[in-house]
């Protein structure tokens, strides 16, 4: 009997000592693990030879071989054969022999069912891609949806990080997706940044480091490549790409000791993929005006021949002005080639940049082994993703799958670590004794993008245990701010939920004047006034005086649930600030109850 135990107890020791353990420290937050690969296999697979490859590479022309490198955009809805975007889809894939389409919207189903009618035209199987950094339901109108990156980061918790990745990449393979372009792997640590925010897992390198990994890990363990984004790095920029080129005077010193962390863990643990960003930095790349995306000292002498990726390599999307304020279609399209890039996402003009490299190849200015090393590349991604042995997908799978009860409970246990209680003047959280008291809930969105202040109020009315409950929905710049001061001198409590999220071409992630001011204004009346953000946790920074402020970081309906849930003391609040925030509130602070 001793010696069963013995020789049971010696096992599970060694089973211990081979599983990466998360360790981490109170103090720092760093993730200490056995120097292990994870991943299936590691990003030399991309170059490696393979039967079907080389079948497929002697069978294609020069043309051909170019136009794997094409990605083309597209809506995942049912489309009329007889629309102009069915006859472009169906031109580029069967003419052109295109290599991929990335889909920004549409429905499961339908999209399945497009991904399945488009790949039956194609002589070889797709690469199809998107965009699902908090699940399918960023793009898909019935898709999951997770809380933000941030939230992640709040959690601690990199086991989480993980179950996100797999569960996106389960539904991913079920509609026919292949390559997700996340995670984003930049360390947010400009507050003003108006297009990264809560997109990052934070600001400390580690702590990112430790989350993207584990969320490639997910990924790609379900055979769906992960993309590390945006290299080299986003974070620490007040301008976004999508609307002008950010300059980045950033040393390499700098870049090394912070930004690249997470690029250079992301790639020695063996991911596939990475995102080049429209971003110019002069200490990397002379040229005045050249982002990174279309920089060969940017993409092959520091990510690929210093930093040894030897996976995929794709540009940010090239319909952002970051790259067609500065660049032509050609010029673009050569650039990327003499860079080092793979994969040429959303050229403005298919035909006219596979044109361009084909005349650029046949007059001597472009080697035909610089094609030959990409298409390569790129057949070698679709053999790993068993693409050789392409069967459509089955759409009488995808309900079942696609926001799944399991990817529920996954996004809610990531809310509920995630709820992060920053201040709490007098204890007023959770409420005590609220049937004896009123509460005016005061919605405020900046405008950016719709909020989901109706399921916050429809839940919060499920929940509710006030006496009374009055409510204001507010939008944009507001008008008339004295009649709200007037009216909420008949409640006992305020409570003021933040829409004030990330959207392109927006240029803030912040709050007008107006709502900022009606806050201050609020506390001035000496009201008692709780404060939800869900999405820029730095706004407190306009209302410091507020009595209770907590981060949720997003507004999927599991934040939006574990908010309420929190305030009225039905869970606890664990999350800490994965950023720093004001100079009061630092990165790791977070009362916990």
Known sequence: MNKFFSVNFFLFSVILSIIS????????????????????????????????????????????????????????????????????????????????????????????????????????????????????????????????????????????????????????????VHQNYAPVADINNNSLNPIINVRSYGEDPQLVSSMSEEFIRGLQDGNVIATAKHFPGHGDTD??????????????????????????????????????????????????GVPASLSRNIVENLLIDELKFKGLIVTDALNM????????????????????????????????????????????????DRIETSARKILNAKNWLKLDQYKDADVSSVPSVVNSSEAQAISQQIADESLTLVKNKGDILPFSNPSEKSCLIISLNNGNEKANSDYFLARFN?????????FYDLTGDITDSQEIINDSKEYDIIVVPIYAKVKIKTGTVGLPQSQTDLINSLVSEGKKVAVISFGNPYLIQGFPEVDSYICAYADAET??????NSIYGTIKF????????????????????
């Open 239 to 288: 301008i976004d790409s999508h609307n002008d080129l950010p300059v980045l005077n950033f040393s390499k010193e700098r870049l090394d000791n912070l930004e690249l962390i997470p690029f250079k863990n992301a790639i020695q643990k063996g991911v596939k993929s990475v995102m080049i960003a429209h971003l110019s930095l002069p200490a990397l790349e002379k040229e005045s």
């Open 21 to 176: 353990f998360v360790n981490i420290q109170t103090d720092n937050y760093r993730i200490q693990k056995q120097k292990v690969n994870w991943f299936s296999s590691s990003n030399d697979l991309f170059s490696e030879s393979n039967s079907w490859v080389e079948s497929k590479l002697a069978s294609m022309t020069l043309r051909e071989k170019i136009a794997q490198m094409i990605i083309t955009r597209s809506d995942g809805f049912t489309l009329d054969p007889n629309s102009a975007e069915y006859k472009r889809l169906t031109n580029l894939i069967v003419n052109e022999k295109i290599g991929g389409v990335i889909f920004f919207k549409g429905n499961s189903v339908q999209q399945t069912e497009l991904t399945n009618t488009l790949q039956s035209f194609s002589g070889t199987p797709l690469l199809i891609s998107a965009d699902y950094e908090r699940g399918t339901g960023m793009r898909l109108n019935d898709g999951s949806i997770f809380p933000s990156n941030m939230a992640l980061g709040a959690t601690r918790n990199p086991e989480l990080a993980y179950k996100m990745g797999f569960q996106i990449a389960k539904e991913c393979r079920t509609i026919g």
């Open 321 to 368: 002005a970051g790259v067609v304020n500065h660049f032509s279609t050609e010029e673009v399209a050569l650039r990327c080639v003499n860079a080092g890039i793979d994969l040429i996402l959303m050229p403005q003009g298919e035909t006219v940049t596979i044109d361009a490299i084909e005349y650029a190849v046949n007059n001597g200015t472009v080697s035909p």
């Open 574 to 593: 664990k999350g800490r600030l994965p950023v720093s925030i004001s100079n009061e509130y630092k990165f790791g602070d977070g009362i916990t109850n």
């Open 559 to 564: 934040s939006i649930n574990s908010s309420i």
């Open 462 to 470: 499920d929940f509710n245990k006030f006496k009374s409950v009055s």
